[in-house]
């Protein structure tokens, strides 16, 4: 019985210790993406992930006051080995990076939903940033 408390305890500690500390002290403020910055985007998702090509949809981007932008989406992959027919799902996944004067720097895809398991870290990094997907 003291197990089962100290558990509970322990997992309600930790849930709350989640909830209290925030993911970042900036506000973002959504905006419409270019058609160069939506590219942009979609090669260096392609580049991290390391395939051919792919179809995007649902960009969503905010950016914050000090200049870094968030963008999540989906994407679904091709490869050599998979076709688009083969590989019907829509991954999500979530970037950050800056705009500087040549364009998008320091860019790092932060998520990547490969299988429905991984989504939930995903979908909390960009509800916090005011991005519902």
Not at 41 to 57: N, T
């Amino acid at each position: 019985m003291n197990a089962i408390r100290v558990l509970l305890l322990g997992a309600f500690v930790t849930s709350a210790g989640c909830a209290a500390i925030p993911p970042e002290h900036e506000q973002y403020t959504p905006y419409a993406l270019s058609q160069e910055e939506a590219q942009q985007v979609e090669a260096g998702v392609l580049r991290e992930l390391e395939v051919a090509d792919g179809l995007f949809v649902g960009l969503r981007a905010v950016k914050s006051a000090s200049g870094s932008s968030v963008v999540c989406g989906w994407v679904r992959v091709r490869s050599d080995d998979f076709e688009y027919a083969r590989y019907p799902d829509n991954r999500p996944f979530a970037v950050t990076y800056m705009e500087g004067p040549e364009g998008i720097q320091n860019f790092r895809l932060v998520y990547f939903a490969n299988v429905k398991s991984e989504s939930p870290p995903l979908y909390n990094y960009c509800s916090q940033r005011g991005i519902v997907l």
